[in-house]
């Protein structure tokens, strides 16, 4: 049987309890706790690493970080997320474990003058895209998605040596769950169900898993700009028939 032939393609569903012989139902519709159950059975194999957040979810003003727990999934009817909890609310009993600084880190000036200020300016452009205006955390850079300085909460990995991630990248599962499979999964089952809605299921969903897993290559991006291409002209309304 061909790679990808539509039996093969369309295994994205997962077991509800994660053996491989229990009735697989969508990613998507799975419950939180069975989620995260399958994704801590995933992650025993990689080491995570632990990161420094604020101590509440939304700022207000200048505020201390202090250690978080464990990435899990949250989710609601439309899409999913990754995000921790505060495992103490002081910040004196848990810095201690790697010498957080107290103070932002200057970035090394190994770059050049032009490549710095070209990095700040796009990183600038994304900050001010992706959020309204907020925090400020000066001296920080987003080593996900590039924004510079990090709008709105920021949090800092406590192996790694001045790596910092915004709220978005953070909740995306950067710096640990790239190669997740089980997110990899629900990620994909989430774009096919919204455009199957959008599409006001029109199109079989076949098609658009097929463009999904082999046109697009699992790119959900690429994969809900092609879909909306597509959605457009199945929904398109023939002026002469009105």
């Not at 997962?14 to 992650?43: I, K």
């Not at 899990?72 to 002081?90: D, G, V, Y």
């Not at 103070?103 to 994304?126: C, D, I």
Request: hydrophobic share 35%; charged share 25%.
């Amino acid at each position: 049987m061909s790679l990808f032939s539509l039996p093969n393609v369309l295994r994205r569903s997962v077991p509800s309890d994660g053996s491989d012989n229990a009735p697989a139902v969508r990613p998507s519709v799975v419950s939180t706790n069975d989620l995260n159950a399958q994704l801590v059975e995933e992650a025993k194999h990689v080491d995570q690493h632990l990161f420094f957040g604020p101590q509440q979810t939304v700022f207000e003003g200048e505020r201390q970080r202090v250690i978080h727990g464990e990435r899990k999934i949250q989710k609601n009817a439309k899409r999913f997320w990754l995000m921790s909890e505060p495992l103490s609310m002081e910040r004196d009993s848990t810095t201690s474990l790697i010498g957080f600084p107290t103070e932002p880190q200057t970035r090394s000036g190994g770059l050049t003058s032009k490549m710095s200020a070209a990095t700040r300016f796009l990183g600038q452009k994304v900050a001010q895209m992706k959020f309204p205006p907020s925090h400020v955390n000066e001296d920080s850079f987003c080593d996900g998605c590039g924004m510079d300085p990090i709008v709105g909460n920021m949090y800092s990995c406590s192996k790694c040596v001045n790596y910092h991630l915004c709220e978005s990248c953070y909740q995306l599962g950067i710096h640990g769950f790239e190669d997740s499979k089980l997110l990899v999964d629900v990620r994909e089952d989430f774009a096919l169900r919204k455009v199957m809605e959008d599409s006001k299921n029109k199109v079989p969903e076949e098609v658009f898993t097929v463009l999904l897993k082999t046109v697009c290559r699992g790119q959900v991006d690429k994969f809900n700009f092609l879909a909306k291409w597509i959605t457009a002209v199945v929904l398109v309304v023939d002026p002469r028939a009105r």
